[in-house]
């Protein structure tokens, strides 16, 4: 029986069963059970920010695991600490950190600081984007504004309101003296790479100012220079109130945090929330390294080769490149995302079809200029295959 076979038997159907099985990887490189080599063009969903087998990971990594792998939350240890505050040292103003091990439970930290909040000061729903997405767990899941994975596990416990993304009109008759928090990606992710107009996160930032509401930025997937800067909050000079991070954290190692700013750091009494694995040492020292070795120069210049290399190619199907930084969507003028993603990987590349019109493109932050143009040599033929 094949991998696949038995993954098929083995695993729920949730996930269908996957195209490729992945064996190891070393850079901007992976390979398959059957030693075929791809460039990674997709970095496991922006989160393997150094690539694969990162000298600096495996080093962090290995030490740590060598040392001490785990502590609970009933003794704290060096290396939470040195990430705290690291994270603390790259975001503005005073802030406060909880660590978990996933987008979607900082998303549940940062849902259950916001209740807090709205608890105390009497108010009652809150508001996020539809096509938002902000994980599979039920208070993030309530967040999420796709009703073909919300809608069958509802009613949910809070009243959310949904507005359409990039609409500073809609959030602003949407967001009263009543609304507890706003919870928006600075680019939607899963939707598609999907930035808003200039100046939408800084309307939501005085919307909620205004009205008291809680501006929470989920960058879970847009965060650690996936954009060029650290936080993409940090490019709209806009704070939230809460931030959420996950994904290229870790390069690899599961770690999320929630990050709550000025009084919004100060919510949580002692006992409020915790998680045994969350900030584990090995995934602080993992984060460590990320943060050690992301280069924001470079991840500019790359992302500049990237995007005029993609705007450069002329092809029927390609509609237009849209994103921010090394995370760019390929539109496509047909909905044959899942075509050129197959077509991608005959090729040697792994994208995503991250919707039915639009690929995901979102290499290791270590991309090189050889990966790139490599990639942009294929590209036009990707599209001939998927036009077929
Ligand atoms: C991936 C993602 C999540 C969920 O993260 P998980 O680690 O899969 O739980 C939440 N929000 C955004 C914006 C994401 O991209």
Redesign the pocket.
């Known amino acids: 029986m094949s991998l696949y076979e038995r993954f098929e038997q083995a695993f729920m159907p949730n996930y269908g069963v996957p195209p490729i099985a992945l064996a190891r990887g070393e850079g901007t490189q992976v390979w398959d059970v059957d030693g075929r080599r791809y460039l990674d063009f997709i970095a496991g969903?922006?989160t393997s920010s150094l690539g694969h087998a990162h000298p600096a990971v495996v080093d962090a990594v290995s030490r740590q695991v060598a040392t001490i792998a785990h502590t609970s939350n009933l003794f704290l240890h060096e290396p939470e600490v040195l990430l705290a505050e690291r994270l603390l040292g790259l975001l503005d103003g005073p802030a406060r950190v909880f660590f978990a091990n996933?987008?979607?439970?900082?998303?549940e930290a940062a849902y259950k600081l916001a209740l807090k909040y709205g608890r105390r000061e009497g108010r009652s729903y809150f508001v996020a984007a539809e096509n938002g997405?902000?994980?599979?767990?039920i208070g993030?899941l309530s967040l999420t504004g796709k009703p073909s994975i919300r809608d069958q596990f509802g009613p949910f416990p809070v009243d959310v309101r949904f507005v359409p993304y990039g609409d500073a009109d809609a959030l602003k008759e949407a967001v009263t003296g009543d609304c507890i928090a706003v919870f928006l990606?600075p680019t939607q992710?899963?939707a598609g790479v999907v930035p808003p107009p200039d100046g939408y996160f800084e309307a939501a930032r005085e919307i909620c100012d205004s009205t008291g509401a809680l501006l929470v930025a989920?960058?879970?997937?847009?965060a650690i220079g996936r954009t060029g800067h650290w936080f993409a909050h940090q490019a709209e000079g806009v704070t939230p109130d809460i931030l959420?991070l996950?994904?290229g954290l870790g390069g690899g190692l599961p770690i999320?945090a929630c990050v709550g700013f000025g009084d919004a750091g100060k919510l949580f009494e002692k006992g409020d929330h915790g998680s045994t694995f969350g900030g584990n040492p090995v995934s602080c020292a993992a984060a460590l390294a990320v943060l050690d070795h992301v280069d924001l120069d470079h991840v500019r210049s790359a992302a500049a080769r990237l995007r005029d290399g993609l705007e450069a190619v002329r092809h029927p199907l390609l509609q237009k490149v849209r994103g921010r930084g090394l995370w760019l969507a390929a539109v496509l003028t047909e909905p044959v995302a899942a075509r050129a993603q197959q077509a991608a990987a005959d090729a040697g590349f792994l994208v995503n079809a991250v919707q039915p019109d639009a690929l995901r493109i979102a290499p290791p932050l270590v991309v090189t200029e050889d990966d790139i143009d490599a990639f942009l040599a294929a590209f036009p033929a990707v599209l001939q295959e998927a036009a077929k």
């Open positions: 969903i922006a996933s987008g979607t439970e900082a998303n997405f902000h994980g599979r767990t993030a990606e992710g899963e989920d960058e879970i997937q847009s959420t996950a994904k999320g």
